[in-house]
């Protein structure tokens, strides 16, 4: 029975996938290998990022909550438009894709930016950490590095193939609902949250070069974290954290900023 599992593991993974290079590495050097469910386009996940983006923002403006600041959501356009043009040194395509910018007033600490262009602030994130624009543009370039190495197909595809593979897994062991749940937190823990992880600390090093790239600090990037950490104690430990440590993700940037350095001083 061993055997048979492990013989499946990699038919499990297999089946349905394809290796994609959603990006050029860049000067910070991010060339990790994808694996996406090809039945999935990247079209498809962008018209349903759209709708739910559509969808909020709708939900927002109802509420009397879009777009509120004027001076905030101006200064996060500003710096949107700055960064955009930079994206075709990671992929020629992303310039030309119907970005939006919009803000939304609440007090959570969260900025984002859906498949396709679609980058949402929360104004906490910016009033309540007293971000800087060098640091708003290192958050935003964050985001966008998300949708750049199109990180959310990639975990819809490893949601897939770990769903297909605990299903499996539990056919051939013979699992009750207890062990299955058991294995099915094995498999979030095991294979879910590592990848994840290095997603975040991709986009963490495509954000800091895009950031150089349009002319802001780079070392706007550990400030930044210094911030989100003393924002974040008492949040869940790494192992169990889709999220680097803000130590780890800290000294990962120090270590990259001399990457970047030279296409900062050209841009300024």
């Given at each position: 029975?061993?055997?048979?599992?492990?013989?499946?593991?990699?038919?499990?993974?297999?089946?349905?996938?394809?290796?994609?290079?959603?990006?050029?590495?860049?000067?910070?050097?991010?060339?990790?290998?994808?694996?996406?469910?090809?039945?999935?386009?990247?079209?498809?996940?962008?018209?349903?990022?759209?709708?739910?983006?559509?969808?909020?923002?709708?939900?927002?403006?109802?509420?009397?909550?879009?777009?509120?600041?004027?001076?905030?959501?101006?200064?996060?356009?500003?710096i949107a438009g700055n960064l955009i043009p930079?994206?075709?040194?990671?992929?020629?395509?992303?310039?030309?894709?119907?970005?939006?910018?919009?803000?939304?007033?609440?007090?959570?600490?969260?900025?984002?930016?859906?498949?396709?262009?679609?980058i949402l602030f929360f104004t906490g994130i910016?009033?309540?950490?007293?971000?800087?624009?060098?640091?708003?543009?290192?958050?935003?370039?964050?985001?966008?590095?998300?949708?750049?190495?199109?990180?959310?197909?990639?975990?819809?595809?490893?949601?897939?193939?770990?769903?297909?593979?605990?299903?499996?897994?539990?056919?051939?062991?013979?699992?009750?609902?207890?062990?299955?749940?058991?294995?099915?937190?094995?498999?979030?823990?095991?294979?879910?949250?590592?990848?994840?992880?290095?997603?975040?600390?991709?986009?963490?090093?495509?954000?800091?070069?895009?950031?150089?790239?349009?002319?802001?600090?780079?070392?706007?990037?550990?400030?930044?974290?210094?911030?989100?950490?003393?924002?974040?104690?008492?949040?869940?430990?790494?192992?169990l954290s889709t999220h680097p440590s803000p130590?780890?993700?800290?000294?990962?940037?120090?270590?990259?900023?001399?990457?970047?350095?030279?296409?900062?001083?050209?841009?300024?």
């Amino acid at each position: 029975m061993r055997i048979r599992l492990l013989l499946c593991l990699p038919f499990i993974w297999l089946v349905g996938c394809e290796t994609v290079q959603t990006t050029q590495g860049g000067a910070v050097g991010v060339n990790r290998e994808q694996r996406m469910v090809s039945a999935l386009p990247s079209e498809q996940v962008d018209q349903m990022a759209a709708q739910a983006y559509a969808e909020m923002l709708a939900e927002a403006k109802q509420q009397g909550v879009l777009n509120t600041d004027t001076a905030m959501l101006k200064r996060l356009r500003n710096i949107a438009g700055n960064l955009i043009p930079q994206v075709d040194n990671f992929r020629a395509d992303a310039e030309s894709w119907n970005w939006e910018v919009n803000l939304i007033k609440d007090d959570q600490l969260n900025a984002s930016c859906m498949p396709g262009g679609k980058i949402l602030f929360f104004t906490g994130i910016v009033n309540e950490l007293n971000l800087t624009d060098d640091e708003i543009a290192q958050i935003m370039g964050h985001e966008i590095a998300h949708a750049l190495r199109e990180h959310g197909r990639e975990a819809i595809s490893r949601a897939y193939v770990s769903q297909t593979g605990a299903q499996i897994v539990g056919a051939l062991l013979g699992l009750g609902e207890v062990s299955r749940q058991a294995a099915d937190a094995a498999v979030q823990y095991g294979l879910m949250l590592p990848n994840s992880r290095s997603n975040e600390t991709e986009a963490d090093l495509i954000g800091l070069e895009l950031a150089a790239r349009a002319g802001y600090k780079p070392e706007a990037a550990v400030s930044l974290w210094q911030k989100m950490g003393n924002a974040s104690q008492g949040a869940p430990p790494v192992f169990l954290s889709t999220h680097p440590s803000p130590s780890g993700r800290i000294q990962n940037l120090q270590n990259a900023i001399p990457s970047v350095q030279p296409l900062y001083e050209a841009a300024r």
